[in-house]
């Protein structure tokens, strides 16, 4: 496939996949906590009522930076999708998160700003594993670009267990999931724990919403880079993460951002740089 | 034209320091001072079309009486220093000014007869661009200086004596040394143009008169001699080996004696670069006025260090010694970025990201690769201009505000609007995607990762930091709280010239960092190692993209304000006039204020630098141990 092609159909599937996943994520939640739950379709009819009531701001212009939050979103994206350097997508990924960090500040509500700062101590903490998980990858397979890590014939994960763990830890802060919902949880049970977005509503809550779809499919695109030898493994093993994030998410209380911001760090220290330590060895 | 280009560049601004030296009346020093900065910029951007890389030598003959004069100034120096020293109770800074002088002093009357140079000076692309590093910068921040050294002595230091002259003069011989250093091939030159200027540095440093400066303008001295004693042990050592003291003839040999040597002029390079465990005189350097921390930091002095490290890379490539180094650069990129998210204090944060960065570049020399020679030449480049643009905005800042603590920065978007966004874009250009210092930092990531996959771990520990420090502040300046006081007003044409020319450089230079790449460094490369590294055309689409991404942002501001209705934001109370207070639950007013967070209980900048010094250290030992052995 092209990459012209696997841009485009990342383009139009991201957001239906994404949307759908939250969708089943809503349910599955739902039934571990013995309710019945949303129907499936239940963040599409969010997005698109979201999309339809009025803009309220407390500053002007800090549905700009959502705006881009989105666009930047969508691009890194694409240029995973695309097969692009993974250093660069890591990097784009970044400055998306960054454009919504600076909204929520600009915002300059006590709750928006709180969660502005807690979510870049989530950003600080991931940060380490995923930069090692790219490395990861260079060192098992020579190349940073996203195809070619692809068209690799063995599966990554045997040679990257400690990794592999480690970039599930992140996925974990990623998602925004207990334990670590710091900095905007997804139930809203308290003023504080919405956080990030407090101050956001109507279409800029929706292009937040949809960038976090966009956001969720890439990192589970990612996340199969580990099996891409065998694709059916690899969308089986791909789905289970996406399973067990969801359980650890109800099961688990949130940390606090120490504890949060160490045992982040400890994971990247020991198991992700563990692993390439040893991958130097062998090699 | 070429050959009296460079001696003029550097004989030209010491000649117009001395003249300000004389000149007293206010206005003339004014005029001299712009006609010296333009001068320097445009004979800088005239070096830039220097034809040839490498070969090209300013033949000066054997310049007898210039090397008596060079000695001269070299006793004078170190006498002026003992005294100095003697005076302030430092018997180390004694120590050290005398047994250079010693050192140098025997040497020229042991060797000076038979010492043949062939080559005095030297110019290649590597000095072209730090030419025009030191000629632009520096030039823009001698015409800031200008209005800030007057409201820094009749509004905000009248406690201060008043030494303009001195300081003026002082800022174009550090120039002029600086452009010695930079084109120096004889290295008995190259260690006088070094020696001035750590005494430059000093007096800069110490100019305010208080007790804190003086303590600390001693404590760089004293860190600088015992470089610049460094310095004069490794030209005594290479002459010994080779009976040369041409730099060209230590890196175009690869024989494994001139380790020793090359790891001497390693350690005066760390010194003066500000890397564990000697950053504490660059941090304490904050106490001068802020242009003179802006040429510390960007244009002069500390890039004099990273200059001769990474000069040497090709001699320390794939060396025991060049892995020291590369350690010692590595762990200081981890602490500087640490530690700087402890500090509240806006100089602070730029001192530990001047001493972090700097530590990427030293480890780039360390390695020596092709690939980090390429990353350690872009990584220069940058952050000069970012680096300057911040020091200059935070100046202005703190004239305004009295005050340089970042908390007290809040609403500066709307009080200071233009400084803000100025200050907004070098932060960007410090650290993120697409601009320059980024683009650096993920070559120095792969130079890394091929040689000693081991030392990634530092980067990606220390860029997660450096990515905290820089959004929190960014944030700060942006998040608005109380009704706007303007305060803008007063500030002059030349520091808004100073300014806006120094954040159009640092877009333009990412914008063109291709060509910059294409017709600077990979030339230098390439002569060295016959091959070079570049990011691959699709990887300069992409940033080219992103780049026009993020210039769009601007645009959304034309739709400021349409089609929204704009409400307080939630306090959990009940809001009161003007939303910057309210009526909590118990019934009591509440003022709002917005504070980052600091990581107290995570990082202990005291404990930090304890333990970094000491690792610092230890690996200064292992350097020395393994050289020797």
Redesign the interface.
């Known amino acids: 496939m092209s990459p012209w092609v696997r841009l485009l159909i990342y383009l139009v599937a991201a957001p239906l996949v994404g949307g759908l996943l939250a969708g089943l994520d809503r349910i599955i939640s739902a039934r571990m906590q013995a309710r019945r739950g949303p129907p499936l379709l239940q963040p599409f009819y969010d997005v698109c009522k979201l999309w339809r009531k009025e803009t309220i701001v407390v500053r002007r212009s800090q549905n700009f930076y959502i705006l881009f939050f989105l666009l930047l979103m969508v691009f890194t994206g694409g240029l995973f999708f695309a097969g692009a350097d993974l250093l660069l997508v890591i990097f784009a990924l970044t400055l998306a998160a960054i454009f919504l960090v600076l909204g929520a500040c600009k915002a300059s509500s006590p709750y928006s700003f709180l969660g502005a700062q807690r979510e870049l101590i989530q950003m600080m903490a991931y940060e380490p594993m995923v930069l090692i998980t790219a490395i990861g990858m260079y060192m098992a397979t020579g190349s940073f670009y996203a195809h070619e890590i692809a068209a690799h014939p063995r599966p990554l994960v045997l040679m990257l267990p400690g990794v592999f763990l480690g970039f599930i830890y992140a996925l974990e802060i990623k998602f925004r999931k207990s334990p670590f919902d710091l900095s905007c949880s997804h139930h809203a049970h308290q003023e504080l724990v919405r956080g990030i977005t407090t101050e956001f509503s109507g279409r800029a809550l929706a292009m937040i919403e949809v960038a976090h779809w966009y956001e969720n499919v890439l990192l589970l695109g990612w996340l199969y880079l580990f099996f891409a030898a065998w694709p059916w493994l690899g969308l089986a093993g791909t789905a289970l993460v996406f399973l067990f994030v969801i359980l650890v998410d109800n099961v688990f209380a949130r940390l606090k951002w120490q504890a949060a911001l160490r045992s982040a760090w400890a994971v990247a220290l020991v198991l992700g740089f563990g692993n390439i330590l040893a991958l130097s060895l062998i090699l | 034209m070429a050959v009296t280009l460079v001696p003029s560049m550097i004989v030209g601004p010491l000649a117009t320091g001395l003249g300000l030296l004389c000149l007293r009346p206010d206005y003339w020093r004014r005029v001299l001072v712009v006609a010296g900065a333009l001068l320097v910029v445009v004979g800088s951007l005239l070096l830039a079309h220097w034809p040839a890389n490498g070969g090209m030598a300013a033949a000066l003959g054997p310049g007898h009486w210039i090397n008596a004069v060079m000695l001269a100034s070299e006793f004078i120096l170190a006498l002026a220093l003992a005294r100095v020293g003697w005076r302030a109770g430092r018997p180390l800074v004694v120590g050290l000014a005398l047994a250079q002088a010693a050192l140098m002093g025997w040497f020229e009357w042991r060797f000076g007869k038979e010492l043949s140079v062939v080559q005095n000076l030297f110019v290649d692309k590597f000095s072209v661009i730090m030419g025009l590093i030191n000629g632009v910068v520096g030039g823009g921040i001698c015409l800031y200086a200008l209005a800030y050294m007057r409201e820094y002595h009749e509004a905000h230091h009248r406690e201060a004596a008043d030494r303009r002259p001195l300081f003026f003069a002082l800022l174009f011989i550090f120039m002029g040394a600086m452009f010695g250093v930079i084109f120096a091939n004889n290295l008995i030159w190259l260690y006088f143009f070094w020696e001035v200027t750590t005494v430059c540095s000093f007096l800069l440093i110490g100019y305010r008169g208080d007790a804190l400066s003086r303590r600390n303008a001693l404590q760089a001295l004293t860190m600088n001699l015992a470089g610049g004693l460094c310095f004069a042990l490794g030209i005594v050592w290479l002459h010994h080996t080779t009976r040369s003291v041409e730099l060209q003839t230590l890196l175009r040999s690869h024989e494994s004696a001139l380790l020793i040597p090359a790891a001497l002029f390693c350690l005066a390079g760390l010194t003066k670069s500000a890397q564990l465990p000697f950053c504490g005189w660059l941090l304490g350097a904050m106490v001068a006025p802020t242009p003179v921390s802006a040429l510390l930091h960007s244009s002069a002095m500390v890039k004099a260090g990273v200059y001769l490290v990474l000069r040497l890379a090709p001699v320390l490539n794939g060396s025991a010694v060049g892995l020291g180094v590369a350690l010692v650069g590595a762990v200081t990129f981890l602490y500087g970025s640490l530690a700087a998210i402890r500090v509240n204090d806006a100089k602070k944060v730029l001192a530990y990201s001047t001493v972090a960065n700097l530590g990427l570049i030293v480890l780039c020399g360390g390695l020596g690769t092709a690939e980090a020679l390429w990353a350690g030449l872009l990584l220069i480049v940058f952050h000069a201009v970012a680096k300057c643009l911040l020091f200059l905005c935070v100046g202005v800042v703190e004239h305004r505000l009295h005050t340089r603590d970042i908390e007290a920065m809040s609403g500066l978007i709307l009080n200071m609007p233009r400084v803000a966004v100025l200050m907004l874009v070098g932060m960007a250009g410090m650290f993120?995607?697409?601009f320059g210092m980024?683009i650096s930092k993920?070559a120095v990531?792969?130079a890394v990762?091929d040689v000693y996959?081991?030392l990634?771990?530092f980067?990606?520990?220390g860029?997660?930091?450096t990515?905290?420090f820089w959004?929190?502040w960014?944030?700060?300046l942006?998040?608005?709280?109380h009704p706007p006081e303007p305060a803008e007003k007063g500030i002059r044409s030349g520091q808004w010239l100073a300014l806006y020319s120094l954040a159009g450089l640092t877009f333009l230079t990412c914008l063109f960092f291709p060509f910059i790449s294409l017709r600077f460094i990979e030339p230098y490369v390439v002569d060295l190692y016959g091959r070079t590294a570049t990011m691959?055309i699709?990887?300069y689409i992409?940033?080219t993209?992103?780049m026009l991404?993020?210039t769009?942002?601007p645009l959304?501001?034309l739709?400021?304000?349409r089609?929204?209705?704009?409400?307080?934001?939630?306090?959990?109370g009940a809001n009161l006039a003007g939303h910057a207070a309210y009526r909590g639950w118990t019934g009591r007013t509440r003022e709002?204020a917005?504070c980052?967070?600091q990581m107290v209980?995570?990082v202990d900048e005291d404990r930090l630098t304890h333990w970094s010094t000491v690792v610092g250290v230890a690996l200064l030992v292992t350097i020395a141990l393994v050289a020797c052995l």
């Not at chain 2, 942006?478 to 709280?481: I, M, R």
């Not at chain 2, 089609?563 to 959990?572: F, T």
């Open positions: 993120l995607a697409p980024l993920w990531l792969k990762v996959p081991m990634t771990v980067l990606v520990f860029s997660a930091a990515l905290f959004v929190k960014m944030g700060k942006l998040e608005v709280v691959g699709g990887n992409i940033m993209i992103m991404l993020v769009l942002f959304s501001f739709n400021y304000g089609n929204v209705k704009v409400m307080d934001p939630y306090l959990g709002v917005l980052n967070y209980l995570l």
